[in-house]
RNA sequence: GUGGGCGUAGCUCAGCUGGUAGAGCACUCGGUUGUGGUCCGAGAUGUCGCGGGUUCGAGCCCCGUCGCUCACCCCA
């Protein structure tokens, strides 16, 4: 094979890009049906953004992204995440300036360099939505239900829903001391140590079973709340209670992005290999203005395509989601063939799925290829049914045909379909 | 970046202690005139990941290399 997809970069072909379709649609239904509106965003952006926006410090930026000069010399990456780029987009055309809070989602693809691994992938698919201009906890805990509307909505079960408080600027500074403290009293290697020092918080997020038994006493951020964080805290969970939405409080949570502030959450499937986070986000109160925005504060998530479909694998509720056609036409001769072309156009153009058989088929091939399709009903369009103006509607599943006019196919798939 | 596993037909894989390639599924066509799903038959497809070595002979052994994959790390 002379060409191949570059390393670890996720890609859907049928019959799985149904799949993918579905658990796409699935997930942005609720966020539509909340009023969010949609934010197309470049794939690429001014690298600078990222690294003062996800922060310096993170993984992220310091190994994981594809930055590259372009023809005009700019440092130019493409996009690890989504946030940023849409917060950069609403602060560039004004978007806070009008009623708020903003409520915007965006779509597609997302790049990290690192090794690739399943559900992990250097091309992945992201679906994101961001609330800026407003603290109410009651947008938290919106959001928050927004992802889990979505997981629900494609008939995933076996997840749970993590939710920690990363509390105000000041809560933090005030953990951070007795954490590097408490951490300097351990007997941790040296890449350890590092990591400690770039994010003490990341030691929470510890695998490995000494490390993270060594963790289990350390201060937590959660007990250096301040009142407001706290407050605002316990107001996110009882909203969530108030819907039904279960979840539990960790306060081990760690994220890898440097911008989160008060409320953060995270969606873990069970049935999922070590990347088993399908979604995940926070608030972040300092990020617009470190972009160049107001000071107002936001939240939002982004949710992992890839891996909801894995995890829909994973259960066993993915059926097939291919649309199939309502008719399937197979013309027999030349001059049935321009019948067959103008009549799918018609019934196109009506709205309805029409495919016509291609290649000159033998009769019997041909209604194999109508079988394999899933089509409802097939007819056949030869000599004898373009003299009489009379065709046979099959319908496939119980193999009984009707006898309908040339000229009173389109209307009779109409009736047909609105009988449904 | 660090480890483990694996590379044979489109897919899933078999291939005995080395004797120069197979199955199932899928696909195409056919089983007498223009009707699918079952059944039967026929056909196409591989530089056995790539390069080197050992050998009379390598899919099988050795070395290298590339790729895939899982895990660490990190996260969607």
């Known amino acids: 094979m002379k060409y191949q997809s570059p390393k670890g970069v996720s890609e859907y072909f049928p019959p799985r890009s149904s799949g993918f379709e579905f658990v796409r649609d699935k997930l942005l239904a609720p966020i539509k049906n909340a009023g969010y509106q949609l934010l197309e965003l470049p794939v690429f952006e001014d690298t600078e953004l990222f690294t003062r926006g996800v922060g310096e410090s993170t993984d992220v930026v310091s190994k994981e992204m594809y930055t590259f000069e372009d023809r005009g010399g700019r440092s130019i990456t493409l996009r690890p995440e989504g946030t940023v780029g849409a917060l950069r987009s609403i602060i560039e055309h004004g978007l806070d300036r009008s009623a708020l809070p903003v409520k915007v989602f965006y779509c597609g693809p997302f790049f990290r360099a690192e090794r690739p ?14 609330a800026v201009g407003s603290d109410d906890p009651a947008l938290d805990a ?22 920690t408080s990363l509390g105000d600027a000041d809560s933090r500074k005030a953990h951070r001391v007795d954490l590097l403290a408490y951490i300097e009293k351990l007997n941790l290697d040296d890449p350890t140590r590092a990591r400690a020092g770039i994010n003490p918080l990341r030691l929470f997020d510890d695998k490995r079973p000494e490390v993270s038994s060594l963790m289990a006493k350390a201060p937590r951020l959660l007990d250096y709340l301040s009142e407001d964080s706290s407050e605002h805290f316990k107001k996110v ?61 936001g939240i939002g998530f982004g949710l992992g395509i890839d891996r909801a479909l894995l ?16 008719l399937y036409l197979i013309p027999l001769g030349e001059k049935a063939k321009n019948v067959a072309l103008k009549l ?8 309805l799925a029409v495919e016509v058989s291609m290649g000159d088929k033998a009769l019997k091939n041909a209604m194999k290829s109508a079988d394999k399709s899933g089509a409802i009903y097939t007819c056949v ?26 000229s009173a196919l389109l209307t009779t798939l109409q009736l047909k379909t609105v009988k449904k």
Do not use: C, W
């Not at 559900?119 to 992945?124: H, I, L, S, V």
């Open 142 to 163: 919106e959001v928050i239900a927004l992802a889990y509307e979505g997981f629900y909505g494609i008939g995933l079960r076996k997840f749970r829903l993590d939710i």
């Open 311 to 326: 995890a829909a694998e994973a259960e066993g509720i993915l059926e097939s989601h291919h649309v199939s056609p309502l």
């Open 237 to 297: 969970q009882g909203y969530l209670s108030a819907m039904g939405i279960p979840f539990s409080i960790n306060p081990l949570m760690v994220r890898g992005l440097d911008y989160y502030t008060g409320t953060t959450f995270e969606f873990v499937h069970e049935d999922l290999g070590a990347q088993s986070g399908i979604g995940g986000g926070g608030r972040y109160d300092g990020l617009m203005e470190n972009i160049g925005g107001q000071n107002i504060s």
């Open 117 to 130: 691994q399943a559900g992990r992938y250097r091309q992945f698919y992201s679906l994101g939505i961001e």
């Open 344 to 351: 799918s156009h018609q019934i196109r153009n009506a709205g």
């Open 381 to 406: 369009l030869g000599d004898s049914e373009l003299e009489s103006g009379n065709v046979e509607l099959k319908e496939m599943i119980s193999g009984n045909a009707t006898s309908v006019t040339l």
